[in-house]
């Protein structure tokens, strides 16, 4: 039997807010083990929440980016369970009154245009971290009270391809709006990946496994390739799948049985007594929307009306804010914007990646790029020449200009000085000039790389071809 892949995301995003949700204690990552908490998120009796207005509205901004309604009123909601990881014994989140509703995340497969359907967008205070010892176990409570969205999808997704490019595109709208540093070494972003099978061509849902925190988008694409085969072996084999909470074994590229899936009835979710209802005025939601900053898929098509780029290389370029930033600061200025995001798509990011460092921390500044392409454009430099130019301005932060005139690596476009060359050359080689002679037009390939030799790779080549033809 052929079975079809169903697949819905949970992706829990920390906002980019000094302190916590519902109290003034810090967010800041790394610190020592509880250093950063407070009576009210360690949920001592008689505290009370406050909320955190930023936090509010980013996950406003959040809903309003992706086409959301936000909700005329909300509420908080708490939702019980006893673990070590969460001190109040109850986590303060959203059930049935989230602040958005709907929206879609835009997604594109080998070339083709896709949205997936969001479900809602919900704020939601994090929990602690256990921290497990050779003897004993400790939690830290850090993380208890940091502010998250919960952005949850329909079930649109229909493979594990199509679930990395989802969250690429997620991450990306996120960091436009500068809502999160999407970090997922720090935990920034993290995902639950709910996965079932049923047969093509019915509608009704097969049972589902979720997948829970996973930390990278490598191992989702890992965790549901892994899933989706595990679930069809059992359906083939007669049996019947098990609505369970399961976790990935990086290690062992394989998913574990955690626990069986809770419902909503288990968590005995009801209003937060603490908190008043939310409702956030029209002119405020208004204000955010008109200020919404420019997001990347509407920035990639942009970039290929005013910069001439392909879409390949306009959605290399816009996949990240800085990098973004970073070709058009010098795309304005530039004569030949298409040359300079090559420079900066090809050996800028390559010596990026090899060095570890990102675009913002580059030792080589656009208007150094700019400069560069400038030199190959008037001839001064051969594009060979550039990438030698290249590395010295990677390695030691020199201007092009600066490079060129100290190594004495100007290309040599005088004709009168290579005619000389030239003709040397001809004389030193007559088999090859009898070659070409005789009809074997191949054969000043190589007398142009005589002369490229003798002058060292200095000389223009088009410059030369042009001459050694005249000569023969």
Excluded at 378 to 385: A, F
């Amino acid at each position: 039997m052929l079975y079809e892949t169903v697949i819905g995301l949970e992706v829990h995003v920390q906002l980019k807010t000094a302190s916590k949700l519902f109290c003034g204690c810090s967010t800041q990552f790394g610190a020592l083990p509880n250093t950063q908490v407070c009576p009210v998120c360690l949920g001592f009796p008689g505290t009370l929440p406050v909320l955190n207005e930023k936090a509010l509205t980013y996950a406003v901004m959040t809903g309003l980016a992706l086409g959301s309604e936000i909700a005329k009123e909300s509420k908080f909601d708490r939702k019980n369970y006893f673990y070590p990881d969460l001190p109040k014994a109850y986590q303060i989140s959203q059930y049935d009154k989230p602040i958005c509703v709907g929206g879609e995340v835009p997604v594109d497969i080998d070339g083709i245009k896709k949205s997936i359907r969001l479900t809602r967008i919900h704020l939601e205070e994090d929990a602690g971290k256990l921290v497990h010892f050779t003897r004993d176990s400790g939690v830290d409570y850090n993380r208890g009270g940091v502010p998250l969205v919960e952005i949850v999808s329909e079930p649109d997704l229909r493979s594990p391809k199509e679930a990395y490019e989802y969250l690429r595109s997620l991450k990306s709208i996120l960091e436009y709006l500068d809502v999160s540093d999407c970090n997922m070494e720090e935990g920034s972003l993290r995902c639950d990946a709910n996965v079932s099978l049923r047969p093509v061509g019915t509608e009704a849902f097969g049972t589902k496994a979720e997948i829970k925190n996973l930390n990278s988008f490598r191992n989702v694409e890992k965790a549901i390739i892994y899933e989706i085969e595990r679930q069809k072996k059992i359906l083939e084999d007669g049996g019947r799948i098990i609505q369970e909470t399961r976790l990935w074994d990086q290690d062992q590229s394989l998913t574990r049985s955690m626990r069986s899936k809770e419902e909503a009835h288990d968590y005995r979710y009801f209003p937060e007594p603490d908190l008043v209802a939310i409702s956030i005025p029209l002119e405020k939601i208004e204000f955010l929307k008109k200020n919404l900053p420019e997001l990347p898929h509407i920035r990639c098509d942009r970039f290929m009306k005013e910069y001439g780029l392909s879409q390949y290389d306009a959605e290399v370029l816009t996949a990240e804010k800085n990098l973004a930033d970073f070709f058009e600061k010098g795309a304005h200025c530039s004569k030949n914007a298409k040359a300079l995001g090559n420079w900066i798509m090809g050996d800028l990011m390559r010596e990026l990646k090899l060095k570890n460092l990102n675009i913002s921390q580059s030792p080589v500044s656009v208007d150094a790029l700019i400069e560069l392409v400038e030199l190959i454009e008037v001839g001064k430099i051969s594009g060979k020449m550039a990438k030698d130019v290249f590395m010295n301005m990677f390695g030691e932060g020199q201007s092009p200009k600066d490079i060129v005139q100290s190594k004495g690596l100007s290309q040599l476009s005088d004709a009168s000085e290579l005619e000389s060359v030239v003709k040397k050359v001809i004389q030193e080689n007559p088999k090859s000039v009898e070659d070409y002679r005789s009809g074997k037009k191949n054969a000043i390939t190589y007398l142009v790389g005589q002369v490229m030799k003798v002058t060292k790779g200095r000389a223009n080549p088009k410059l030369v071809n042009e001459l050694l033809e005249k000569e023969l």
